[in-house]
């Protein structure tokens, strides 16, 4: 109910409900972008667009299920035209890279916990379409009908895909482990 | 743990902090587009509206059913068989193809009074005066009751309820965002309304006239509700079979004099745009509750192995001893209307300033619209009224309870 007032807000232009939104889901939406990319600045730039895309769409905009999925469901289609783009253009994005802190970038101001410096690392060894489906079903809570639907491949293939990708994870994450 | 939840753990604790570059960044481009936006969606003034609505491409795909009908200053009756045959049928037929009407006229109940029995009047500083107004309103689908309306008072006071979302601003300025159903139309007054009319045939007369300046031909019904305490006279227009005017009392045997809603104009439209339902609310809107928890099983009464009829009694008999004993909260639990009053909006309300109230007696009950209505006799002060109280039945977890709902018309002086 409150993300439906803070939206009906929004509609008749109130910068408070567009920051209380942004307050409530950055981290969220972040936290996806990064997993997925495995590069905070990028991640920002993504997260960036879909609010500005969400502003720009949002006379039109009708919320029929959650703020919070829907938003993630942009941040995670945003995230795949990057990976996309970077593929087309010949440059692979580097499995290797650390998840970037904050000090290395003085513009930029995201600083990741532990866990998401871990996370962003063991997700970048897998392949793009294993972490989007664990990150969307896991984090977005979508179910992996929805997730299907969404890509626009079969129920079997999403399954396939978050069961291999959940074991070369766990894998992943022993091995850090035993290091 | 199993490794699946490991790695849910493991994304579930990923965090990150922002700070001030990023969100600058992030939302400081949307917050600039969002001003254009505003900019660009300011909701239109009153003295706008109607090129708005002129302008709107919408309006004009309706613009051959925009009807515009203002009553005659003169009408004098004439002869039934002198004039074309109306049936109720007919204007039935030919309202329902109008979801949207506007409309003006005069109120003759006070603003204060018209959401003091919300207990928001207060809250909201509604100016007390009574007078002139104007409405849209747009039906929802099955056109029996409104889905948005729109109110405009005399001061430029706008208010705006849209199903469980209601929008106030006062003239001087100050704005409110109402998280409740604080303004609808119920039934709606031009199809709904007439289609109960033709059930309910009780008391209801036709005559004949016309329109001295127009030289149009109308018809007039009087109406007396069997089930509510209120009457209406309405005016149709015998050539568009469409309803001109009316007025409603809140008192079905006495309409001698002003009536509570006396509505001169009414304009239909098959559709209007969206901006007619806008409001320009600054982020500095007081946001104020008035959600009803009627359907609230921490309210109300037990009716299990009571007939409706025993339960009635019972709800009513312990409201009224709760009021004389003024126990605010035990009429909070038994009223849930009264739920989000505050002890002086209560006194208030339930007219503690006439010294205390006490039941006389429960007359014969009868069925209303939301559920059954029980005359209750009270004395206040010297003066003995009666007050037509509706129980409202639930079922909540397949067990039987009732809430004391509202009163039914205004209280009336015993007979």
């Not at chain 2, 500083?125 to 309103?137: C, D, H, I, R, Y």
């Amino acid at each position: 109910m409150e993300d439906k007032l803070l939206v009906l807000r929004c509609k008749r232009g109130s910068k408070d409900a567009l920051g209380r939104i942004y307050e409530k889901y950055k981290s969220d939406a972040l936290v996806l972008a990064i997993a997925l990319l495995n590069n905070t600045s990028v991640a920002e730039d993504v997260v960036h667009d879909v609010f500005l895309s969400f502003v720009q769409s949002i006379q039109k905009f009708r919320l029929t299920g959650s703020l919070r999925s829907y938003l993630l469901t942009c941040v995670a289609n945003r995230a795949r035209n990057v990976n996309k783009a970077k593929n087309r253009h010949g440059v692979e994005a580097d499995p290797q890279e650390p998840v970037s802190p904050a000090s290395d970038e003085p513009s930029r101001s995201i600083m990741c916990n532990e866990q998401l410096q871990q996370l962003g690392d063991a997700m970048a060894q897998l392949p793009y379409d294993q972490r989007e489906t664990i990150m969307l079903h896991f984090q977005a809570a979508m179910t992996f009908r929805t997730i299907a639907k969404s890509l626009g491949i079969s129920v079997n293939t999403v399954k396939s895909r978050y069961r291999y990708g959940l074991d070369k994870l766990r894998l992943i994450l022993d091995r850090e482990v035993r290091r | 743990m199993k490794p699946e939840d490991e790695i849910r753990n493991l994304i579930n604790n990923s965090d990150v902090t922002t700070g001030p570059e990023t969100d600058k960044n992030v939302l400081g481009d949307a917050l600039k587009h969002l001003e254009k936006f505003k900019k660009r969606q300011l909701a239109p003034s009153q003295s706008n509206m109607w090129r708005i609505i002129m302008k709107s491409p919408i309006t004009r795909i309706a613009a051959a059913a925009v009807i515009i009908i203002g009553l005659g200053m003169t009408v004098y009756l004439i002869d039934k068989s002198t004039t074309p045959a109306w049936a109720i049928d007919q204007s039935i037929e030919a309202m329902k193809n109008y979801r949207v009407i506007y409309f003006s006229g005069r109120i003759s109940m006070s603003w204060g009074d018209s959401f003091r029995g919300l207990g928001v009047q207060k809250l909201l500083e509604l100016p007390e005066s009574q007078g002139e107004f104007e409405m849209w309103a747009q039906a929802d689908e099955g056109l029996s009751r409104s889905s948005k309306v729109k109110m405009v008072l005399p001061d430029n006071t706008v208010i705006l309820g849209r199903k469980l979302q209601s929008y106030i601003k006062l003239a001087e300025g100050n704005t409110y965002d109402v998280q409740g159903d604080l303004m609808k139309i119920d039934p709606w007054p031009t199809y709904e309304l007439l289609r109960i009319l033709k059930e309910d045939t009780d008391s209801w007369t036709e005559l004949y006239g016309r329109d001295a300046a127009t030289g149009k031909d109308r018809i007039f019904v009087e109406y007396a509700s069997s089930t509510e305490n209120r009457f209406w006279k309405f005016e149709f227009d015998s050539e568009s079979k469409l309803l001109v005017s009316l007025k409603q009392w809140e008192d079905r045997n006495n309409h001698e004099g002003s009536p509570i809603f006396d509505i001169r104009k009414i304009v239909y439209f098959e559709q209007l745009p969206d901006e007619i339902f806008e409001i320009d609310l600054p982020d500095s809107s007081k946001i104020i509750s008035v959600n009803t928890p009627l359907h609230d099983p921490n309210y109300g009464m037990s009716a299990e192995g009571l007939t409706q009829e025993q339960a009635c009694r019972k709800i009513l008999t312990e409201f009224w001893q709760k009021v004389r004993e003024q126990d605010f909260d035990g009429i909070r639990k038994l009223f849930p209307y009264s739920a989000s009053w505050s002890d002086e909006v209560m006194r208030s309300n339930l007219g503690y300033d006439q010294g205390s109230v006490k039941l006389l007696e429960i007359g014969q009950i009868y069925e209303g619209k939301i559920g059954p209505v029980a005359p209750c006799t009270v004395q206040l002060k010297n003066e003995r009224m009666v007050i037509d109280m509706i129980v409202m039945f639930r079922e909540i977890d397949d067990k039987s309870s009732c809430v004391v709902h509202s009163n039914e018309g205004k209280p009336r002086p015993v007979e």
